[in-house]
């Protein structure tokens, strides 16, 4: 038999062989329970999902939806997600290339004279050739394939992470509105607590220089004054803050922010199904992106059994070779030469079983992400369903607190000027209705930030049969 038969024949048998791909063959893992509805919601035990509504069917303000457009377009971190999903692709594109054979073309040409003599004793040498290898490694074991199956993982987990990022943007930008308006709110209620005191100041300033009352009246009128000028000029402050965070999600400098609806009229759907627990398995990318990850550590391992094995490879180098450059090409100066070769890991087997064992550690601490990862999905599910139901209740509450203490000053202050009450009954009555607006305002903000972050935790925002996100992402710069 011929060395070209028998290495064709080898060819042959590592086709057959290379089917069977040593190590662990992936399979979820099973050690996390998974509740089959949940906790105490009565919205939860519907079985489709909110997250099934993509997002520009969750708000209903048209300035939002054109931030939140912007947004997917110019934020830094959507950029950057992009750029390692890019990465991972041709990482993958180079690792299949190790399917195929490595060729390699090469050429010379040498001419001595001589100096050359003094060792040769040759005073004219001349020396020319043109040639190529080609090496192939048979993947007896299924190294390359493991290797390329966990680089496949990893290209799908930065595309999780990917929608991870949008899905997060999406969410910031909206609850970054929502305290944006609660605040122009705060300006406003804190705006008329200012001008409130102010005119109580003057009433109080009026009868002290009537004889009617002392000057304690006045000095704390002017207390209270200072303290509502104060709450005025910090929610001046935290809102242009807050337009700054805007203006960075959008992916520009520091600036104003257009508004759409006040916060009283931000709508948000008042039923809101989260579907069942086993779906987070499939729709939260992070959950998914955990999951590739531990994919491809498992792949890895098998990647380091194979390296336990003999590589073998086929080489084949040919070309032309001629004393003299201009007969390189005559007949008579070609050669070829095609072998199989054997790589026994005898010195480095210790290393190589290190490596096995390395591999399996970090396939254990990937499932241990990976379980994390679901239990935290989980949990947010659930808190942000109890927050929902219950915010709801306590900003109702918080409503009817500020309709009874804005009646309690206007009676406090008819009381005070009829001479029946002190001045400080009216300051109290106040001082309870700021609060009171002030805490509205913010449980209702509260609310809808609540049903925001509900919509992020059960994944919203993309279809996860199509695998694609629920609207396509204009180009950068439309």
């Not at 050429?107 to 190529?132: H, I, Q």
């Not at 990917?162 to 709110?185: G, Q």
């Not at 399996?360 to 109890?386: K, S």
Request: include cysteine; hydrophobic fraction near 40%.
């Amino acid at each position: 038999m011929s060395l070209t038969t028998r290495a064709v024949g080898v060819a042959i048998l590592a086709t057959g062989l290379a089917a069977c791909a040593l190590g662990p063959n992936y399979e979820r893992p099973a050690t996390t329970p998974v509740a089959p509805a949940w906790r105490d919601s009565a919205q939860a035990r519907q079985d489709s999902s909110f997250a099934n509504v993509p997002w520009w069917g969750v708000f209903n303000d048209d300035t939002l939806q054109t931030l939140i457009r912007r947004a997917l377009r110019e934020n830094r971190d959507v950029h950057i997600a992009l750029a390692r999903v890019n990465e991972a692709r041709a990482l993958l594109g180079i690792q299949r290339l190790e399917y195929f054979p490595q060729i390699n073309i090469q050429g010379g040409w040498r001419k001595s004279d001589g100096a050359d003599s003094l060792l040769t004793g040759v005073t004219n040498n001349e020396m020319a050739w043109l040639g190529g290898g080609l090496s192939w490694e048979l993947d007896l074991w299924g190294r390359i394939r493991r290797l390329n199956e966990a680089a496949a993982a990893e290209l799908l987990a930065t595309e999780e992470g990917r929608r991870s990022m949008i899905l997060t943007v999406v969410s910031d930008v909206a609850r970054a509105y929502m305290e944006m308006v609660e605040l122009d709110d705060q300006v406003a209620i804190t705006d008329t607590q200012v001008v409130i005191r102010r005119a109580s100041l003057e009433l109080a300033r009026g009868r002290f220089q009537g004889g009617l009352t002392s000057e304690m009246d006045v000095r704390q009128g002017e207390h209270a004054l200072a303290i509502a000028e104060g709450s005025h000029s910090r929610a001046l402050r935290q809102r242009t803050q807050k337009e700054n965070e805007i203006s960075v999600l959008l992916g520009r400098t520091p600036g104003g922010i257009p508004r759409g609806l006040r916060l009283s009229q931000q709508t948000v759907p008042t039923t809101i199904p989260a579907g069942l627990p086993s779906n987070l398995l499939t729709r939260r990318p992070d959950v998914r992106q955990a999951e590739e990850q531990l994919h491809a550590a498992n792949a890895r391992i098998g990647a380091a059994v194979a390296a336990l094995f003999p590589t073998i490879s086929l080489t084949a180098t040919g070309g032309t070779i001629s004393p003299e450059l201009g007969s390189l090409f005559n007949t008579g100066t070609g050669f070829w030469r095609i072998a199989p070769n054997l790589f026994l890991p005898i010195i480095n087997t210790g290393r190589n079983r290190r490596q096995v064992a390395a591999e399996r550690a970090r396939t254990e601490a990937a499932v241990g992400l990976y379980e994390r990862t679901v239990l935290t999905a989980f949990r947010e599910v659930e808190d942000q369903l109890v927050a929902v139901q219950r915010l709801r209740e306590e900003a109702d509450a918080a409503g009817r607190a500020s309709t009874a203490a804005r009646l309690s000053v206007r009676l406090a202050g008819l009381r005070y000027e009829g001479g029946i009450d002190n001045y400080l009954t009216l300051l109290d009555a106040q001082r309870a209705q700021l609060d009171a607006e002030l805490q509205q305002s913010g449980l209702e903000r509260q609310y809808r930030v609540a049903v925001v972050q509900l919509y992020k935790a059960l994944g919203g925002g993309w279809d996860p049969v199509t695998d694609t996100l629920a609207m396509p992402l204009p180009k950068r710069g439309n």
